[in-house]
């Protein structure tokens, strides 16, 4: 009986490893390895459409399964009506690491002309994020939480930022705290790297250009005004379950 091989291409695993560890020996194995399971898998599977044309390009076309990484179906809700309060909330949900850029969201948060504004921030390494806030003077609430904490956050919240930078290991990602986001009507505010989500949510989220130093505060406020807004976010964050794959 034949023996059925799979591989599951979650992430670019040499460039990963290249950027934790600096070693150009370990990314040329781990290279070889990549094009090794593409080549004498029988199943394919990459973690977005950015990911599985990459591979495509690199190396050869073949069939390649898009699984992303998902929400369960009831984390996403509906928000009915627009946020009637007067400031504007933001949150940012994720760790201090490098290449999640917190202190690019410092930056932007710093430069949006309003003082009716707050910001929270959830993750797990509150000591960084304190000191990175005191580099810029902002003023914020840092948690850390288990899943009632962050939802009861998320529900509060306008807008939630997640910014990456130009690099393939950004754009054929399926950073899950984007859907996070959008499962619980959180308008992201976000670069143009951030794997498939840039382009299919683009038009119910507010993008960062590059280049772009300042965010347009009349640009969110009708984002925030429009129903239509959380409408679009919540019916595309549902083909983005978990039961909409297995």
Known sequence: KKVIKEFDFRGIISEESYLRFGSKTRRML???LEYFSFKYADRLFAVSNNLANYL????????VTVIPCCV????????????????MRFIY???MSKWQAFSKVCELYSGINTELKTLTVITNDTVTANQMLNKYTIKAK?????????????????????Y????????????????????????????????DYSETFKKYSYTIKNGEEKIDIKKLV???????????????????VWEEYF
């Open 142 to 162: 840092v948690i850390s939480g288990d899943k009632k904490i962050v939802l009861e956050q998320l529900d509060q919240a306008d807008f939630g930022f997640i």
């Open 222 to 240: 009708k984002l925030r005004s429009d129903q239509a807004t959380y409408r679009a976010l919540f019916k595309l964050t549902n083909q983005y």
């Open 30 to 32: 781990l290279r070889w």
């Open 93 to 95: 949900l994720g760790s």
């Open 72 to 87: 369960p179906s009831d984390f996403c809700v509906l928000k009915t009506t627009p946020s009637s309060h007067e400031e």
């Open 164 to 195: 990456r930078t130009n690099c393939k290991i950004n754009t054929t990602a399926s950073p899950v705290k984007f859907l996070e986001y959008t499962a619980r009507g959180v308008i992201p505010v976000m670069s143009e790297y951030v794997g």
């Open 56 to 63: 495509r390009k690199k190396y050869y076309s073949r069939d």
